[in-house]
């Protein structure tokens, strides 16, 4: 029997005997208190720091509206404004073709080897961003092996492709952007009851046909969220548009800030700007997209009784989408890891040949393996992230407890630590850089000021993970343990910590994973001391390091795709999404 | 034993309605006795239940277990669920997956205040209560292994170890199916005579409720309607909810014209004429008072018969037989009487067939006149 507001009636964490603010807990008092001193000053100093004039020490100088005014009246913030759009839906049409051709190979059809495909999401969890969009740089570079296939089909003389463009962004983001289109639609998929697409074929409809008018058209509402989404996610990008538009003068709005901070001496007035502006775009489009994804999710559930997931055989035909599958894997695993093997081990590169092979040598290995930096930077970089995810997975498991057991008050900590979802991730390096510059505790350049930012910036993956975990835990299996005698703590540390482990530890790794695999925070916070894996692979391809930097990235990805793999399976074993 | 007074506890719903819950209920219990809150989803049996555990704070009232107040709303007492000296079995049985069978049933002992043991002791007497749900051979055993039904015994055992002064009992057979839940059933009243512990037991079935308790509370709407033992809750409902709650009954609205007091018998104006009822509580004087007769307490006659003969000439009314189902042990009739249908049941002994012109006698003991809910 459910009855609506069941509240808990509990004695230690309500203060049954404390004094108690208006009946909330005092953990959820304390908790709220420390999600609002890790939140609240990044988004103040944010603000300021677009209102004030930029003194050059960092300091905030008159007030002023003269950064909005230049923002809004300049031609180029425009032309920005436009390349990022197009940039971001390119990007997103082309994930959304590649997933929805993954996933419908994979989940409704018999084709052989779908199971291959989970690599793709294994690897691409794994893989910094940097070293990602620099294998596709070296893939389609004038040097690259495309330009190379090109001139040899069409004799032409010069390259003919130039990577360092708008298209070259959208070709290279949408990739990246892949695996994550098709992990969602591939659940979208997957809970399609087949009835609906044998009652097509038995109405005389061909399999495309069916493909087209009842598979894709069940799945429209879900694919324009993800269209959404994708959207999102590249606009506030950073890695594609820096590596791959800044050399071709194409500037999007997140090059814009980073290009304000970068300058000497830096805009900091400016980049706050851009920053507020681009937040309020994310902001708004992130409603729109909660908006879409709920009524996505009510479409989803149209399944019935007679639910069978069964797949279509398509025939021979198999052997053609088997063909596409084994394209798109290359495509979006083989080819990228390819590059990178190849270029780590020639002593410099210029273009996949035989000649090369000749000079295969293990010295960029050895070269990166004595190096201080690199062990500097590994080490900073394993600190980094397992700070970040051990304080983001414990804390999110109380808040998300707190939260579903609805204590008195903790739906504020739900919202609280979700708020920095709206934030890009270049937005939040901003409004950190702007916090430590202006606090006298000195963290400004330190490795403690990337890991309070990146915990900040995951927090809402984790809350997501953790969520998702306590959801599990049948109310009643706490209750019994009170009805048993034990006290909240007890009940706590004996019975709800057990059993939310398995989503904790998944919690970790993920967060884990993320937080190291980013570029846009410790670009703008990291100091000589603090440097870590993406920003140096980020460096030394500024620098023209190339082959040092494919050895180390191979170096890097394979030790975090065996943490990914981990991964994987813990959450697969927990029942646990893995988006 | 057990006392709770005027228990209130009142949800709102998400708009701010009020929305259910329990709006003052009192009663109490004998020690060693198996007491049973029964009533339709939402009549405030589980919040009460829930109160009784601690496991939701009430607004108002007293509830004591033999010297302790639990609760009680005037003097600020409430003492927490886990000082509380109560058992529990819930409905889903909250079996914990990451122990054993052991350490499931163990638990209360490593926990609970005043009722820690020593490692031997303790091994002892989960050895006991194991064996006495039959568990004894499953001790290392983890708890995900086990079946519906030995969960169940589980859930119990855990909730036996500590040897509560109370146990509540949430719903615990309605995940069974059928016919394991009519072997439990029998073993949890064992059970419960073995051990002598005091236990209330919260359901909405009503045969359940029938056969196992002691004496039964109906709820509805928040409200006690009536406590009795299985017998008088079955055979003298005080109110026309109990009397249709419980078992199958023929409902006739009647007027009176007096007013009546419980235990009196009274005729009463019904379409079927004027009937001889008996009052199992004060009625006034009202046009719309419930007549109740069960089925089986009418007698039926074929008109001509030499047993229409011998009834007796009150509290008869003619009618047409209009259907006849056969169930085997009985048989059941529809019949006709001006615009209503009474239903009657009878052992397949009566030769008669649809259309039939036939007689019927309601026994004045069991013609119950009733208003339509009481508190």
């Known amino acids: 029997m459910t009855t609506p507001n069941r509240s808990v009636n509990n004695g230690l964490f309500s203060g049954a005997r404390l004094k108690n603010l208006f009946g909330i807990s005092p953990i959820v008092v304390v908790l709220a208190s420390i999600l609002l001193v890790l939140i609240a000053p ?24 003269q950064y909005y005014v230049d923002l809004l009246t300049s031609d180029q913030f425009l032309t920005n404004l436009i390349n990022a759009t197009i940039y971001a839906v390119g990007s997103a049409a082309v994930a959304i073709s590649i997933g929805v051709l993954l996933a419908w190979i994979v989940e409704r059809t018999n084709t052989p080897g779908g199971g291959w495909v989970l690599i793709i999401s294994i690897i691409s969890l794994g893989i910094p961003s940097v070293l990602y969009t620099i294998s596709f740089l070296m893939l389609l570079g004038k040097v690259g092996p495309a330009n190379e296939i090109l001139m040899w089909i069409t004799g032409a003389e010069d390259p003919l492709l130039n990577v360092y463009s708008l298209w070259g962004m959208i070709i290279i983001e949408g990739i990246e952007f892949a695996p994550l289109s098709y992990l969602l639609l591939s659940s979208v998929f997957r809970s399609n009851d087949a009835s609906f697409e044998e009652a097509s074929m038995m109405s005389g409809a061909g399999i495309l046909q069916t493909f087209r008018n009842i598979t894709l058209r069940l799945a429209q509402p879900a694919i324009l969220a993800l269209l959404i989404l994708i959207f999102i996610r590249a606009f506030e990008s950073f890695e594609t548009p820096a590596l791959v538009g800044l050399p071709g003068n194409v500037s999007v709005i997140t090059t814009d800030i980073y290009e304000s901070i970068d300058e000497v001496p830096a805009n900091y007035g400016q980049a706050g700007a851009f920053s507020v502006v681009l937040l309020f775009i994310v902001g708004a489009l992130l409603i729109w997209y909660n908006r879409l994804s709920r009524n996505a999710e009510r479409f989803q559930t149209i399944t019935g009784k007679g639910f069978r997931p069964r797949v279509m055989d398509l025939g021979k035909w198999r052997w053609l989408t088997g ?16 590059i990178v093997l190849w270029v780590s081990m020639v002593p410099y590169y210029d273009g996949v040949s035989l000649e090369a092979l000749k000079l295969f ?8 393996f004595n190096s201080r930096s690199f062990h500097d930077s590994i080490g900073n970089t394993v600190i980094m992230g397992a700070a970040a995810a051990s304080v983001v997975a414990p ?11 609805r204590y008195k008050g903790a739906w504020i900590l739900d919202q609280l630590a979700t708020s920095p979802l709206i934030f890009p991730a270049i937005v939040m390096g901003v409004a950190f850089l702007q916090v430590f510059l202006n606090l006298p505790f000195g963290l400004y350049g330190t490795l403690l000021s990337i890991i309070l930012a990146s915990m900040v910036r995951y927090l809402p993956y984790g809350m997501r993970y953790s969520y998702a975990g306590i959801l599990q835990i049948h109310t009643e299996l706490e209750e019994a343990s009170s009805m048993s005698g034990a ?19 998944t919690c970790w790794l993920f967060v884990f994973l993320v937080s190291v695999k980013a570029v846009s925070i410790p670009i703008l916070l990291a100091g000589p001391k603090s440097q870590v894996v993406a920003i140096t692979l980020f460096d030394m391809w500024e620098n023209g390091i190339t082959n040092e930097l494919a050895a180390m990235g191979v170096t890097w990805t394979g030790f975090m795709t065996i943490i990914s793999l981990i991964f994987y399976m813990l959450a697969k074993r927990y029942g646990l999404s893995v988006r | 034993m057990l006392k709770v007074q005027d228990l209130f506890k009142q949800y709102t719903s998400e708009d701010g309605t009020p929305g259910g819950g329990v709006l003052g209920a009192s009663f109490d219990v004998a020690d060693g006795e198996l007491f049973t809150l029964l009533g339709p989803s939402g009549c405030g049996k ?17 509830i004591s277990l033999m010297d302790t107040v639990l609760y009680d709303a005037e003097r600020r007492v409430n003492i927490p669920m886990y000082e509380r000296d109560i058992g529990m079995v819930f409905q889903s049985y909250a079996i914990w997956p990451h122990m054993n069978v052991y350490e499931n049933a163990a638990y209360p002992l490593k926990v609970a205040k005043g009722k820690r043991l020593s490692a031997s002791e303790r091994r002892e007497k989960v050895r006991s209560v194991l064996a006495l749900v039959g568990l004894e051979d499953y001790i290392e055993r983890p708890s995900t292994q086990l079946s519906g039904g030995q969960q169940q015994r589980l859930a119990l055992a855990r909730a036996l170890t500590r040897e509560p002064g109370l146990l509540l009992l949430d719903e615990p057979l309605s ?85 009546i007091k419980a235990g009196n018998e009274a005729p009463v104006d019904t379409p079927l004429g004027k009937l001889l009822c008996t009052f199992t509580a004060d009625v006034l004087a009202t046009p719309t008072v419930g007549v109740v007769i069960r089925p089986e307490n009418i007698i039926i006659a074929k008109i001509g018969d030499d047993k229409a003969a011998a009834l007796p000439d009150t509290n008869r009314c003619d009618g047409t037989l209009l259907t006849e189902t056969y169930l085997g042990e009985i ?22 067939t649809p259309q039939d012109a036939v007689t019927l006698h309601f026994p004045t003991s069991q013609t119950l006149a009733l208003i339509e809910k009481s508190n």
């Not at chain 1, 040598?361 to 990166?368: A, F, G, K, S």
């Not at chain 1, 007890?490 to 939310?500: C, K, S, W």
């Open chain 1, 42 to 65: 990044a988004v103040i100093f944010l603000f300021q720091s677009s209102l004030h004039e930029t003194q050059f020490d960092g300091s905030f100088g008159a007030f002023t509206f």
């Open chain 1, 323 to 338: 063909a596409i599958l084994a394209l798109l894997f290359m495509i979006i695993i083989g080819f990228p890891i390819g």
């Open chain 1, 361 to 368: 040598t293990l010295d960029n290995y050895r070269t990166v």
């Open chain 1, 395 to 405: 804390f999110t498991a109380l808040c998300a407890w707190l939260t579903v057991r």
């Open chain 1, 487 to 505: 006290r909240q703590t007890t009940t706590f540390l004996r019975i709800v910590m057990p059993l939310v482990a398995p989503a904790m530890v």
């Open chain 2, 46 to 62: 589980t919040t009460t239940l829930r109160s009784i555990a601690g496991l939701e704070q009430p607004q108002g009232g007293l």
């Open chain 2, 175 to 259: 995940n069974l199916d059928a016919q394991l839940r009519e072997q439990m059933r029998s073993e949890l009243k064992r059970l419960q005579r073995e051990t002598g512990v005091t236990a209330i037991y919260v359901t909405h079935d009503q045969s359940e409720a029938l056969a196992i308790s002691d004496r039964i509370a109906v709820m509805s709407d928040g409200l006690i309607m009536q406590i009795g033992n299985p017998k008088d809750i079955y055979e003298r409902p005080t109110s026309e909810f109990v009397a249709n709650f419980i078992g199958t009954t023929n409902l006739l609205r009647g007027v009176l014209n007096a007013d």
């Open chain 2, 331 to 352: 048989v059941e009739y529809e019949v006709g009487v001006s615009d209503e249908i009474v239903l009657i049941r009878t052992k397949p002994t009566e030769s008669l």
